[in-house]
């Protein structure tokens, strides 16, 4: 014979237990809610009786917060997690069926025997079960326990729900505010007040500015009259600072708010009104921040094309080379251009032309002057208005310098005399060549080679036989250097002239 529970009595606790969870679970809803609406009006009430910081009004909503958590606790869920037993549910039956105590409780208690285990009489264990099991099966499970038993805890969620209806009508959407920053204490709400803030300016209160910048910021109160509006702003390395506003007449605030390279979060108070907070999100101008330069000098220079990598845009190079720029900018751009001023004319413009992530132009240096690029950001709109001026320097191309070194003065020496001729010249960029010239009385003048391409410097020496010149006593020489550059400038020495005297005078 089978001394297991009755299946009838088994399949009636079980629905027993069901019932009671549900009507556990509805307990701790009502509860909850109840609790939930009931202190965060609470704390709604202090948020506007007060201007309460935002830490002490964080921890009221956390106290909310942990109210509701205790109330849930005891109300349903230590009761879920500690779900009763077969014989706990045989005495909650028989507390709410006073006919089945102690045969219910027993029933279930014989029923908890193994086979072979049996101690007592089998047939007296199947007797009790089956009594009990027929009289269990009329019992109504929604009887026992009725919804009635949760009335007053629906009772007093429903009051509290009908007075945040009342406050909703009552006061329109202020209470709805007071509830959010309540219920979401962290969330960036304005609070309800008397005084009420319009911000003028900046439009929209919350934009994109530029690295740099000052906003100016100007507000209009009214309803209740505040004599005083302050400025607080946050940010991420200078925290929270509190800056009395200027007034403007008119009920009107005026200040300003710089804008460096972080974000800057503001807000305004102003008598019981503090705005929420608003943001200046902050974004670098376009700007370039590398200059390749290549220099490709005029051509009769014979100068290999120069490559520099710098940080800055000065342009400096000899009059009539062209500068080919590179230029690396922080961020994309939609339009780019150089702006120069070279001598005498007008502003002239060149595009800068996108190539790959960065822009070209070339710069022809004719004059000295000063640049400047204009950029124009993709994503933010910006100019680059603080870009410094560069200077473009076009460096003349100087003439040659020449001088004799000896003789040092006017000879006076007979035809058949040997000259020991030295003499120097230079040139800013090379020289071309330098040359001897000669003549006798007022003949043409005679041209000897005596350097060809030296370079930037040459000193030039010979060994000049007079007797070579055909002259004869009572003729007067003249002498010179010459120096021409390679664009072909030329420079003259000082003359010196000898006097061709007869063999033999001293």
Sequence with gaps: ????????????????AQRRRKLIIIRGIAGGVAMLLATMMLVALVDWLFVLPDGVRWALSGAAYLAVIITEWRSCLRLLAHAPGPKRLARLI???EPKLREDLLSAVELGDGKDGEVLDSQQFRELLQSDVAARIEKLDVEQLLPVKLLRNWLAVAAAIVLALIVGFVATGAQLGTLL???????????????????IIA???ADRVVAQGDTEPLIIRLSGRRASKAFLETFTASGGRELIQMTPAGDDRFTSTIQVAREDVQYRVRAGDALTKKYELRSVARP??????KSYTFPSYTKAAVKRVVEEHGDLAAIEGSTVELRLAVNQKVKSAELRLEQGKTAMQTLPLTPEGEHLTAKVPLTASGVSREHLVSADSGFENKFSPEYELRAEPDLVPEVKIDEPAQDLILPANEIVDLRGTASDDQALARVVQLVKVNDGPWQETVLATEPGPQATVERRWDLFEQGARAGDLLATKLVA??????RAESRTVQVSITASGFE
């Design 1 to 16: 014979m089978s001394t297991q529970l009755a299946p009838h009595i088994a399949a009636k606790l079980a629905a027993f």
């Design 94 to 96: 028989e507390h709410a």
């Design 180 to 198: 959010m920053r309540a219920l979401l204490p962290m969330a960036n709400f304005a609070r309800v007040s008397a005084v009420k803030v319009e």
């Design 202 to 204: 900046p439009n929209p």
């Design 287 to 292: 700007a370039v921040v590398q200059f390749e």
């Design 484 to 489: 021409f550059d390679l664009k072909g400038s």
